[in-house]
């Protein structure tokens, strides 16, 4: 089974609302990585977030690790309709190496 | 800076049939990943190299499934012979190491009949 899921699996809201979706995973990791990704193109690297760190800023992009409870979330604020896209959490597990494992991401639909 | 670059970007082929997709990672990326990616699925990890050497491909069917880095900069994969259940989106990423951020290629996208 994939490592990280993310909820909600789909999420629509109008442009200028805050848009948050989680990542819970299930073994201890040494960071988590956020990508976007625009229909039927490849996916971009949005932020990595390390297991030390608890909380992470970029532009309107605000990471959290909750390492206690194995989850993240990914807050947009000030959303945009260019911001439809899938956005998907990537962990890397702890101890030996470093192997990347995807969720099935969560919908984002912004609407004009 | 040149991004990760795949071809083809689309293939249709029958069943049986081979194929092969080529990526040409960022110049000084030491890992190269091939992940599979069904629709409405995240990306499923195929193969992951650092350098010219496999870190992890534990998730590729090897009975038809292959892949190989040579020189450690250029990657291929194929597959022989392919199964209905194998269409989808086959995307390239490199790394400058492993466990930091990647960089994905457009995806090669491939419909089996």
């Known amino acids: 089974s994939q490592q990280g899921e993310e909820d909600p699996q789909a999420l629509s809201i109008q442009e200028g609302e805050n848009a948050t979706m989680n990542c819970s995973y299930k073994t201890s990791i040494n960071n988590l990585q956020w990508y976007r990704q625009n229909s039927g193109r490849g996916l971009v690297h949005l932020i990595l977030?390390?297991?030390?760190?608890r909380e992470k800023h970029s532009g309107r992009l605000r990471v959290t690790l909750d390492t206690s409870k194995k989850s993240s979330s990914l807050l947009i604020t000030a959303s945009r309709a260019a911001d439809t896209a899938s956005y998907f959490c990537?962990?890397?597990?702890?101890?030996?190496?470093?192997?990347?494992?995807f969720g099935r991401g969560t919908s984002l639909i912004v609407h004009p | 800076e040149a991004g990760v670059a795949q071809s083809p970007r689309y293939k249709i082929i029958e069943k049986r049939q081979s194929v092969a997709f080529w990526c040409n990672p960022i110049s000084g990326h030491a890992t190269l990943y091939w992940y599979q990616q069904i629709l409405g699925q995240g990306p499923k990890l195929l193969i992951q190299?650092?350098?010219?050497?496999?870190?992890?491909d534990s998730q590729l069917p090897k009975d038809r499934f292959s892949a190989e880095r040579l020189k450690g900069v250029d990657s291929t994969l194929k597959i022989q012979p392919a199964k209905l259940e194998d269409s989808a989106v086959y995307l390239c990423a490199s790394s400058l190491d492993s466990g930091v951020g990647q960089y994905f290629g457009p995806g090669t996208r491939l419909t089996v009949l």
């Open positions: 990537a962990t890397h597990s702890a101890g030996g190496s470093y192997i990347p494992t």
């Open positions: 977030i390390r297991s030390n760190e």
């Open positions: 190299f650092q350098n010219n050497g496999v870190v992890d």
